[in-house]
């Protein structure tokens, strides 16, 4: 649509800064007309939006650009920046279209663009404006940021000095104040970043930085910009671009912000022979009209300068005989942050002599301190102490920290369980008492991976596969080496009193021997053993994941889900109702699922025993449609009679539920997907499908059967992975299991007995309810990343000696090392060692097998160190009530097996920091805040972009 509006356009300012009434246009008169092609909200300027570029880059070659000769209009050089660009590139007109402000572009079919962005969007290549649509997006957010934000407050910091605007002192304040802070929000944006969208140049660049040309030539001082560096950085980056350098030369930056002598116009521009544009100097000449205009003008106002002069003499004469003898009151400045800026070599004290600041500055405070605290030992036991084996008469305190992720970085969550661990190893230091707050980073195995991964296929195209266990091991550690000390960074700045000289992490060689002997000791005693069963299982990750890092998402009823791998979302919250036929009758039994493609693994339905509907049916069975299955009706107590048709279906390879009578009634066990959930063990045309596909395969193939009875919404639960969003599948497979029994009821015997204090006591029932009816707690995970099992399966190379199955356990044998693993092989098949045939398992421990011995791994376990004989047990253990099984309780279990002791004699569990709408802090949920930016402060403008821009990314890990 071609609409054509004529505005004005001033910069106001209020009492909170600048507020934009319109867009401010720099250049020599100060409105414009403008016409819209198409507008992005909240730009109010014209676009063209990514659908007319074909046409627009047949139609610039013919087009006709105009622009304002001034030297310092931005909007102007914008356009003749984006001009550079363009191929081809359009002809410079002389002088100024009828009617039309400036800059505009006039095209061969005479549909005149004004506006900058407007015209720059027209001009500049696809690359430029967004090749996908996602970049296309943020890059016209970032163009309404420039014109809606940062253009009002550059103008309004930059034109008192270049005379343009009138403004008292206050007021120019004001505006430099609001520019500080949009050029805050863009230099948080771009910390680590070297444009604003994506690895190269994009008209935001282009847009935003000719926005800020005026602020970097007149306002902003070397000390502005050096406080600002990463916007500084970015800019230079910018101007030094060839595009850039064609339009603007070398751009001066600003050394001291004090009012300017405006410039005589040039025209940046001129046609060449070719009818492109290159940069020209001449200005065109004045008409007869336009200079008897301009001398009127001048007269009139030279005229209304004398009358203000003659009335601010009058003025202050008469002030003059009315002042009294009164004090001046001084101006307040804004004093900003005030920062700590003398010279002090790291590990030296802060000098504490100089004069304090007029008001309190956390920065100023801080400053220096924490590397003096570390050189001096402060936060080491042996501080003040000759030897540790030593008794202390006033008692030892050991506490040791969560193991946070090393893939992460601290949130207020962190910051909270910080701040209480602090104060408490404070207080117990000061009391006199030997005091160690140990910290220590867990590796997370799969969050590592899915990050190295990414990172890969990103930077090199290829996955962990392509490069092979040993070299894709080498970039995660790569990876650890340089990215993975931010959270040890974050608890210094919060000035957490840690001995950073005990620092542990998980993957170290102390901690993985002692993980190696865990692991030997209990498989040899017969705790930790190996048994096919149905796991949690991400098709994704193709590894079985935790009940932690399964999200229960609730459903009311029929719901499209994204799946990754899909294109189209996937249905979800509706329970289809088929029939199967009883063998040798004309009568059939309705069975409802809300997983209509597991049908195909079925191999029984079940009804409730006292069921008057289904007794006729005992020893009878049912046919399946689509292979030559006969499957028994089998009666069971677990049917709910009340439910639908009082039937199930029973899959028992696919759901926990149905795994249990399976078990029960001796029944046929088959699975129909493998890891990456395409069909398998089914007929055609279903073998092979992706699992949501044959959904629909599946429903289309019982409609043309017949056997299809109806669809209806139904509320469910449906397991998604937290890591890769994926759907969860229950699937068999053989893995590692931990025999909980006996190890919970100890570990809920010690808390009845008092021997373990767990505070507040509200968290009681929590404990009981898990350690009296615990579960074997599976420990295999099928990645590279984390510490890889030290079983063995056996291949004995004599015929007297049958082969084994991977499901065998009485196959497997583990050791410390491959050698120690083949004597025990050969002893318990009692043949020579050299008929023996080893294989190491693929698979790596459970992250939270790791962090379950962590309080006496990292004093140097199994071996008698001194630390151990010291610290352990320690004595206290302070952490969020969210973790208290996963983490607490088997901490407890194993501290128990392993050592015979309680890991600490008391648990205080804190709350969980949450958002307001109930949320625990995550990424995924684009509701965490960096407890740095509560420490050195942050604007709401840019805190709430760094939530959107976590957000977004996060979603946009995951298709």
Same mark, same amino acid.
């Given at each position: 649509?071609?609409?054509?509006?004529?505005?004005?356009?001033?910069?106001?300012?209020?009492?909170?800064?600048?507020?934009?009434?319109?867009?401010?246009?720099?250049?020599?008169?100060?409105?414009?007309?403008?016409?819209?092609?198409?507008?992005?909200?909240?730009?109010?300027?014209?676009?063209?939006?990514?659908?007319?570029?074909?046409?627009?880059?047949?139609?610039?070659?013919?087009?006709?650009?105009?622009?304002?000769?001034?030297?310092?209009?931005?909007?102007?050089?914008?356009?003749?920046?984006?001009?550079?660009?363009?191929?081809?590139?359009?002809?410079?007109?002389?002088?100024?279209?009828?009617?039309?402000?400036?800059?505009?572009?006039?095209?061969?079919?005479?549909?005149?663009?004004?506006?900058?962005?407007?015209?720059?969007?027209?001009?500049?290549?696809?690359?430029?404006?967004?090749?996908?649509?996602?970049?296309?997006?943020?890059?016209?957010?970032?163009?309404?940021?420039?014109?809606?934000?940062?253009?009002?407050?550059?103008?309004?910091?930059?034109?008192?000095?270049?005379?343009?605007?009138?403004?008292?002192?206050?007021?120019?304040?004001?505006?430099?104040?609001?520019?500080?802070?949009?050029?805050?929000?863009?230099?948080?944006?771009?910390?680590?970043?070297?444009?604003?969208?994506?690895?190269?140049?994009?008209?935001?660049?282009?847009?935003?930085?000719?926005?800020?040309?005026?602020?970097?030539?007149?306002?902003?001082?070397?000390?502005?910009?050096?406080?600002?560096?990463?916007?500084?950085?970015?800019?230079?980056?910018?101007?030094?671009?060839?595009?850039?350098?064609?339009?603007?030369?070398?751009?001066?930056?600003?050394?001291?912000?004090?009012?300017?002598?405006?410039?005589?116009?040039?025209?940046?521009?001129?046609?060449?022979?070719?009818?492109?544009?290159?940069?020209?100097?001449?200005?065109?000449?004045?008409?007869?009209?336009?200079?008897?205009?301009?001398?009127?003008?001048?007269?009139?106002?030279?005229?209304?300068?004398?009358?203000?002069?003659?009335?601010?003499?009058?003025?202050?004469?008469? @002030?003059?005989?009315?002042?009294?003898?009164?004090? /001046? $009151? &001084?101006?307040? +400045?804004?004093? !900003?942050?005030?920062?700590? #800026?003398?010279?002090?070599?790291?590990?030296?004290?802060?000098?504490?002599?100089?004069?304090?600041?007029?008001?309190?500055?956390?920065?100023?405070?801080?400053?220096?301190?924490?590397?003096?605290?570390?050189?001096?030992?402060?936060?080491?036991?042996?501080?003040?102490?000759?030897?540790?084996?030593?008794?202390?008469?006033?008692?030892?305190?050991?506490?040791?920290?969560?193991?946070?992720?090393?893939?992460?970085?601290?949130?207020?969550?962190?910051?909270?369980?910080?701040?209480?661990?602090?104060?408490?190893?404070?207080?117990?230091?000061?009391?006199?008492?030997?005091?160690?707050?140990?910290?220590?980073?867990?590796? @997370?195995?799969?969050?590592?991976?899915?990050?190295? /991964? $990414? &990172?890969?296929? +990103?930077?090199? !195209?290829?996955?962990?596969? #392509?490069?092979?266990?040993?070299?894709?091991?080498?970039?995660?550690?790569?990876?650890?080496?340089?990215?993975?000390?931010?959270?040890?960074?974050?608890?210094?700045?919060?000035?957490?009193?840690?001995?950073?000289?005990?620092?542990?992490?998980?993957?170290?060689?102390?901690?993985?021997?002692?993980?190696?002997?865990?692991?030997?000791?209990?498989?040899?005693?017969?705790?930790?053993?190996?048994?096919?069963?149905?796991?949690?299982?991400?098709?994704?990750?193709?590894?079985?994941?935790?009940?932690?890092?399964?999200?229960?998402?609730?459903?009311?009823?029929?719901?499209?889900?994204?799946?990754?791998?899909?294109?189209?979302?996937?249905?979800?919250?509706?329970?289809?109702?088929?029939?199967?036929?009883?063998?040798?009758?004309?009568?059939?039994?309705?069975?409802?699922?809300?997983?209509?493609?597991?049908?195909?693994?079925?191999?029984?339905?079940?009804?409730?025993?006292?069921?008057?509907?289904?007794?006729?049916?005992?020893?009878?069975?049912?046919?399946?449609?689509?292979?030559?299955?006969?499957?028994?009706?089998?009666?069971?107590?677990?049917?709910?009679?009340?439910?639908?048709?009082?039937?199930?279906?029973?899959?028992?390879?696919?759901?926990?539920?149905?795994?249990?009578?399976?078990?029960?009634?001796?029944?046929?066990?088959?699975?129909?997907?493998?890891?990456?959930?395409?069909?398998?063990?089914?007929?055609?045309?279903?073998?092979?499908?992706?699992?949501?596909?044959?959904?629909?395969?599946?429903?289309?193939?019982?409609?043309?059967?017949?056997?299809?009875?109806?669809?209806?919404?139904?509320?469910?639960?449906?397991?998604?992975?937290?890591?890769?969003?994926?759907?969860?599948?229950?699937?068999?497979?053989?893995?590692?299991?931990?025999?909980?029994?006996?190890?919970?009821?100890?570990?809920?015997?010690?808390?009845?007995?008092?021997?373990?204090?767990?505070?507040?006591?509200?968290?009681?029932?929590?404990?009981?309810?898990?350690?009296?009816?615990?579960?074997?707690?599976?420990?295999?995970?099928?990645?590279?990343?984390?510490?890889?099992?030290?079983?063995?399966?056996?291949?004995?190379?004599?015929?007297?000696?049958?082969?084994?199955?991977?499901?065998?356990?009485?196959?497997?044998?583990?050791?410390?090392?491959?050698?120690?693993?083949?004597?025990?092989?050969?002893?318990?098949?009692?043949?020579?060692?050299?008929?023996?045939?080893?294989?190491?398992?693929?698979?790596?421990?459970?992250?939270?097998?790791?962090?379950?011995?962590?309080?006496?791994?990292?004093?140097?376990?199994?071996?008698?160190?001194?630390?151990?004989?010291?610290?352990?047990?320690?004595?206290?253990?302070?952490?969020?009530?969210?973790?208290?099984?996963?983490?607490?309780?088997?901490?407890?279990?194993?501290?128990?097996?392993?050592?015979?002791?309680?890991?600490?004699?008391?648990?205080?569990?804190?709350?969980?920091?949450?958002?307001?709408?109930?949320?625990?802090?995550?990424?995924?949920?684009?509701?965490?805040?960096?407890?740095?930016?509560?420490?050195?402060?942050?604007?709401?403008?840019?805190?709430?972009?760094?939530?959107?821009?976590?957000?977004?990314?996060?979603?946009?890990?995951?298709?």
């Amino acid at each position: 649509t071609d609409t054509s509006y004529r505005q004005s356009a001033r910069p106001v300012f209020g009492r909170r800064g600048p507020e934009r009434k319109s867009p401010v246009h720099v250049g020599i008169s100060y409105e414009f007309h403008q016409t819209t092609v198409c507008s992005i909200p909240g730009v109010e300027t014209a676009v063209i939006l990514p659908c007319a570029k074909s046409v627009a880059s047949r139609r610039i070659s013919m087009a006709t650009l105009y622009v304002s000769p001034h030297s310092d209009d931005f909007r102007s050089q914008l356009v003749l920046i984006a001009a550079q660009f363009s191929a081809p590139k359009p002809a410079l007109g002389k002088g100024v279209p009828s009617g039309q402000g400036l800059p505009c572009l006039v095209l061969s079919d005479g549909l005149v663009l004004s506006g900058a962005l407007a015209v720059a969007w027209y001009l500049c290549p696809e690359r430029l404006t967004g090749m996908e649509l996602k970049e296309a997006s943020l890059i016209r957010q970032w163009l309404s940021f420039a014109e809606n934000e940062v253009t009002p407050v550059a103008c309004g910091a930059a034109f008192p000095l270049l005379g343009v605007l009138n403004t008292n002192n206050q007021t120019a304040d004001r505006a430099r104040s609001e520019l500080r802070k949009v050029l805050g929000f863009l230099d948080a944006h771009l910390k680590l970043r070297t444009f604003l969208v994506g690895e190269r140049v994009t008209l935001a660049d282009v847009a935003v930085a000719s926005t800020l040309l005026l602020p970097f030539k007149y306002v902003l001082e070397p000390g502005l910009r050096k406080s600002l560096m990463n916007v500084t950085r970015w800019f230079e980056t910018c101007v030094n671009q060839p595009q850039f350098r064609q339009v603007l030369g070398k751009v001066a930056l600003c050394e001291k912000a004090v009012p300017v002598q405006p410039k005589p116009s040039s025209a940046p521009a001129a046609p060449t022979s070719s009818g492109h544009v290159q940069p020209s100097a001449a200005a065109p000449p004045k008409t007869e009209a336009q200079l008897k205009k301009e001398a009127k003008k001048k007269e009139k106002l030279e005229k209304f300068q004398q009358k203000k002069d003659m009335e601010q003499k009058k003025q202050q004469q008469q @002030a003059q005989t009315e002042k009294k003898n009164k004090p /001046e $009151k &001084k101006e307040k +400045k804004d004093l !900003g942050v005030i920062t700590y #800026d003398i010279p002090t070599p790291p590990g030296e004290k802060k000098d504490v002599k100089c004069p304090m600041p007029d008001s309190y500055s956390p920065q100023y405070v801080e400053a220096a301190w924490y590397p003096w605290w570390e050189k001096q030992s402060f936060f080491k036991p042996e501080y003040g102490r000759k030897d540790l084996s030593q008794p202390n008469p006033k008692g030892v305190f050991m506490m040791c920290i969560p193991p946070p992720n090393v893939t992460g970085s601290l949130h207020l969550g962190h910051a909270l369980t910080n701040s209480i661990q602090d104060s408490l190893t404070r207080w117990h230091r000061m009391r006199g008492e030997t005091t160690l707050w140990n910290p220590g980073c867990d590796h @997370a195995g799969i969050a590592t991976q899915v990050v190295v /991964e $990414k &990172k890969l296929w +990103k930077e090199q !195209g290829k996955n962990r596969h #392509d490069l092979g266990r040993d070299a894709f091991i080498a970039e995660v550690w790569k990876w650890k080496n340089e990215k993975g000390d931010r959270i040890y960074h974050q608890l210094r700045k919060l000035g957490s009193s840690l001995d950073w000289e005990r620092a542990c992490f998980t993957m170290d060689p102390k901690l993985s021997y002692a993980v190696q002997e865990a692991f030997v000791r209990m498989h040899e005693e017969g705790v930790i053993y190996r048994s096919k069963r149905l796991v949690n299982w991400s098709c994704t990750l193709n590894s079985a994941i935790s009940d932690i890092e399964v999200d229960k998402k609730e459903l009311t009823g029929r719901t499209l889900l994204p799946v990754p791998g899909y294109k189209e979302k996937v249905e979800f919250g509706v329970l289809v109702s088929f029939a199967y036929k009883i063998e040798g009758s004309d009568e059939e039994v309705v069975v409802a699922t809300t997983r209509i493609e597991t049908m195909l693994g079925d191999t029984a339905v079940a009804v409730h025993p006292e069921d008057p509907r289904y007794q006729h049916l005992k020893g009878k069975t049912v046919h399946h449609p689509f292979c030559d299955r006969k499957m028994p009706i089998v009666f069971d107590d677990f049917v709910d009679m009340s439910f639908g048709t009082g039937a199930v279906k029973i899959t028992p390879a696919h759901d926990h539920n149905d795994y249990e009578v399976g078990l029960r009634h001796d029944l046929g066990f088959i699975n129909i997907l493998d890891d990456n959930g395409l069909l398998i063990n089914v007929p055609p045309p279903f073998l092979g499908m992706k699992r949501f596909d044959a959904r629909k395969s599946v429903l289309q193939a019982l409609k043309d059967r017949g056997l299809f009875k109806e669809t209806k919404d139904n509320p469910m639960v449906v397991p998604v992975c937290s890591r890769s969003k994926d759907v969860v599948e229950p699937l068999m497979k053989p893995q590692w299991y931990v025999d909980c029994s006996e190890m919970g009821r100890q570990a809920a015997q010690a808390v009845r007995s008092g021997e373990l204090k767990i505070i507040p006591e509200t968290h009681l029932k929590t404990w009981f309810n898990w350690m009296d009816n615990i579960r074997d707690w599976c420990i295999s995970r099928q990645l590279w990343w984390g510490h890889r099992i030290p079983a063995y399966f056996v291949t004995v190379n004599d015929p007297s000696v049958p082969a084994g199955e991977d499901t065998d356990g009485k196959y497997w044998v583990s050791g410390r090392t491959e050698e120690e693993a083949r004597e025990k092989a050969a002893s318990l098949f009692g043949v020579s060692a050299d008929k023996i045939s080893l294989r190491q398992d693929e698979d790596v421990l459970d992250t939270w097998f790791s962090s379950g011995i962590f309080p006496f791994s990292i004093f140097g376990w199994p071996n008698e160190t001194q630390d151990l004989q010291v610290f352990y047990p320690g004595t206290l253990l302070e952490t969020g009530h969210d973790i208290l099984f996963f983490w607490v309780a088997r901490m407890v279990m194993m501290g128990l097996k392993l050592t015979g002791k309680l890991p600490f004699k008391e648990v205080y569990l804190h709350a969980v920091v949450r958002d307001a709408h109930g949320r625990k802090m995550s990424k995924s949920l684009g509701n965490v805040i960096d407890p740095l930016d509560v420490v050195t402060g942050i604007t709401l403008e840019v805190q709430t972009f760094s939530l959107f821009h976590r957000s977004k990314v996060r979603q946009a890990n995951f298709p």
